[in-house]
């Protein structure tokens, strides 16, 4: 299958909207017009692909009656999912990781009755307090993956189990690299998918997680030098950054993915000439994140077209 | 009267032109065609309406002819007033606080006479020295008001005097939030409204005012949650912030509606869902504030479409 | 000649675009196909006028044969050149000096021979190490030009040099303004353009160099005052800014035209009213520079329409 400017999936994430409905119960158990409702806009945005990031409507826990409702939504919204995103619900959590392993292979299953084809999953877990309490989730330190090689060894074979389950099912898992976890650099990440070793298994190179952290970090384009050869989904967002080196202070924010420090013309055009295929999520955070969410797809498309 | 997305009032502030003419001298005194190319320009970037904020031409200090005069050259320009602004002309100046109090009066007799049924007030004064010189003036400390009980009272009666007098002309007033004021947080302003307790009388949530600041801020959500039910008037603005927690470093700029910490797509769905009708204010510091206020006011009508 | 908002010359620099060619040898030896490439995007963007900024290909090193080629591959893209920039070539480099400074009387000729009517000069010089490091190099100290008098002296000299061979080809030089040069400060900038003494040298009063500087910057209004006057090209780009006051930690970012603190509508206004008549040049760095110079010229000619 090849794709155009126009029809290369570019999804919006659900994030934005939150878990809640119009009357404030959980959008997981609500009318199906209230799905509706969301979707509607997220289509009246122009978006035609979306991507049901499960802080929204967690498609691996709906039963196969709401299953087959969430379809039919879908199918009146006129959008379709190239990939599911799972957040915070790491295998690898502390307390219930048993829980979360279980909701990831459900999660496969019931993605395929959509037809979906990928689902991305990382490490990164709930937020700590004072995550919760700052401007910025990304200002806090959040959870810290352990690098002890028997705890990691049990991390890959899990993510591996997956990887074949998802095989099995003709879909592919992504790793979504985020910082403090077994995919929280490109050298760390290319070694773990190394250690997982199914073709199945793809990475997912978040590099917007890490841009805006204030600490140093690695050239760009060396991250994305690293990673693009082994993406099959990307989560793209963009950061202005700045260092002050007489207080060692450090600045940044989010913005429009053709103002922030990934200069994303590049990096599209070096991924797709490597042979990247995979559909792109639109994410932002702070401010309008679905109108930023919005002129971040067109952007993509404007690029593709110059491309392709 | 309902408005729709296309008519909703939505004013460009005059404060960017300043307060000369194109001879350098005083706009207030200048030739009409003065006045008209300044506007000319307000409605060759796509206004429809105007805030001749009281930095520009002082309508409360217009002699009966001259205001008759501002009258056609506004109609002539194809502009409305939907509201007017006054600036750092305080009630409780220490020096000149019974001057523009008979000048906040007069202003609302000449407003009436436009046609206009609003004027915003505010308590922030003229700039200290520190704030001439800083880079941007809310760097540096300004005014702050006296909240002993006799002299906040004091203002207490002069603001429901105005709204009264507004009330007998069919108007009503609005009042600006600004920071290290009687209306300088959600809750001091929503007491302080409560103890005007006049109909007439509502808030001007300048949420922007205060996310600029250097300072810990009120999470976004709380403080448009305890003013927008009260707000008649919107003067609306945007601001990135960053907080270096290492150093204790803040970081604001001004930056275009869409991409602020302030969600206002947000903000504008839970006001409009809440009952607000009141007009926006376009107001933008720094760059290019004309342009970016003519972007805002594209913005603005773009969520209002999505939502009326 | 005089232009209209669609005709004045508004150029991109190739700056972007890197030394390269889509093999990874240098573009400047590159097949002439390699060139039509690069500046096939270019167009593609929208662009009319393109600078060759030698960082890409080095005009004046070019041979009378391959100079011949370029002017064919350039004629077919569509492009004219307005102007031609050098970069980190200064005449006064301690190694290198005497070799840019033929360089640069060399590359008068070549331009000629393009019909190009303005080479820009400076006197930054190669990056420090700490500048190639840095996430901005302007976060870095770079070079110093040395103010004793018989030192600047020549360079008055060779910069008289200059503009005494321009005039003889019916071209014109002009100086960026880049910080600790001999054209570092407007008031510096104004002195040394004084003791050149030569009607074929203006300025490229570049104030986006000074401005995402980490010290304290002149008023930037001050700073057009004094330069705008001198000026024959403009290297146009923008910058938010702000300090905090607090820990003494200052934060800049490359931003839009319209976005940055400088307010472009108001100076391109004062410029063209003062009879600036000299083209355009679109730079920027980080982020997709290409896009935003695209973004850029749009806004230049939208300003420039409300004024012509």
Redesign the interface.
């Known amino acids: 299958m090849t794709y155009t400017a126009e029809t290369w999936p570019i999804a919006c994430a659900m994030l934005p909207f939150g878990g809640l409905d119009s009357h404030g119960g959980p959008i997981q158990d609500a009318d199906p017009s209230e799905w509706a409702r969301q979707l509607g806009?997220v289509r009246?945005?122009g978006f035609t692909e979306v991507d049901p990031t499960d802080t929204w409507v967690r498609v691996g826990d709906l039963s196969p009656e709401r299953l087959a409702v969430f379809k039919r939504v879908l199918e009146d919204s006129g959008l379709t999912i190239p990939a599911i995103s799972t957040s915070r619900r790491s295998v690898m959590d502390p307390e219930r990781g048993a829980e979360y392993l279980d909701y990831s292979h459900r999660l496969l299953d019931n993605a395929a009755e959509l037809g979906v084809g990928i689902v991305s999953y990382g490490f990164f877990q709930g937020f700590s307090e004072a995550q919760s309490k700052?401007?910025?989730f990304w200002?806090?330190d959040g959870w810290k993956d352990d690098f002890t090689p028997e705890v990691r060894d049990r991390a890959v074979t899990m993510i591996r189990d997956l990887a074949e389950h998802a095989e099995r099912n003709g879909q592919q898992i992504s790793l979504e690299m985020y910082e403090d976890t077994y995919v929280g650099t490109p050298d760390d990440a290319v070694a773990f998918l190394a250690d997982v070793d199914h073709p199945a298994c793809g990475l997912n190179p978040d590099i917007g997680n890490l841009v805006r952290l204030?600490r140093p970090i690695e050239p760009i384009q060396t991250m994305f030098d690293k990673t693009l050869p082994h993406a099959n989904y990307w989560h793209v967002k963009?950061y202005?950054?700045?260092?002050?080196?007489?207080?060692?202070?450090?600045?940044?924010?989010?913005?429009?993915?053709?103002?922030?420090?990934?200069?994303?013309?590049?990096v599209i055009t070096q991924a797709v000439a490597g042979g990247f295929t995979g559909p792109f999520l639109c994410e932002h955070y702070?401010?309008?994140?679905?109108?930023?969410c919005a002129?971040n797809r067109d952007?993509i498309r404007?690029?593709l077209s110059?491309i392709l």
Do not use: C, K
């Open positions: 806009l009246r945005l700052a401007l910025w200002l806090a204030h963009n202005l950054r700045d260092e002050d080196q007489a207080t060692g202070s450090y600045t940044s924010f989010p913005l429009p993915m053709e103002y922030g420090v990934i200069n994303y013309r590049s702070g401010s309008d994140s679905l109108g930023v002129r952007y404007s690029i110059t």
